[in-house]
Nanobody, 126 residues
Framework: QLQLVESGGGMVHPGGSLRLSCTAS????????IGWFRQAPGKEREGVSC???????HYDESVAGRVIISRDYARNTVNLRMDNLQPEDTGVYYC????????????????????WGRGTQVTVSS
């Protein structure tokens, strides 16, 4: 089982920024497609952004223009930079890894990923 750990969550005011990190131990994240997903209270988990093992990226339309997903190869980490955060961005953010995406990067679907971290809480509130 791959081990993933998310960090960087917290509480910010609307308009604020956060950088979430997904760190792996025991394997190279560069070999995997990585997805960031979030789950708000009472809602289903949804895709935020995905990056392929060849560094193609996909963003959900709800975050496009406000979020950047990137790899830090030296730290074996995938980062999610989020700007202009709004209350509707509140939720638990999870990263996930998968070597082969059966449904493709553009779908960025949670059911396509097998290995998951435990999540980090993001709260956007005034």
């Amino acid at each position: 089982q791959l081990q993933l750990v998310e960090s960087g969550g917290g509480m910010v005011h609307p308009g604020g920024s956060l950088r979430l990190s997904c760190t792996a131990s025991g394997f190279r994240l560069a070999d995997y497609n990585i997805g960031w997903f979030r789950q708000a209270p009472g809602k289903e988990r949804e895709g935020v952004s995905c990056i392929s093992n060849s560094d193609d990226t996909h963003y959900d339309e709800s975050v496009a223009g406000r979020v950047i997903i990137s790899r830090d190869y030296a730290r074996n980490t995938v980062n999610l930079r989020m700007d202009n955060l709004q209350p509707e961005d509140t939720g638990v953010y999870y990263c996930a890894a998968e070597k082969e995406l059966d449904y493709g990067l553009e779908l960025c679907a949670d059911f396509d990923f097998q290995s998951w971290g435990r999540g980090t809480q993001v709260t956007v509130s005034s």
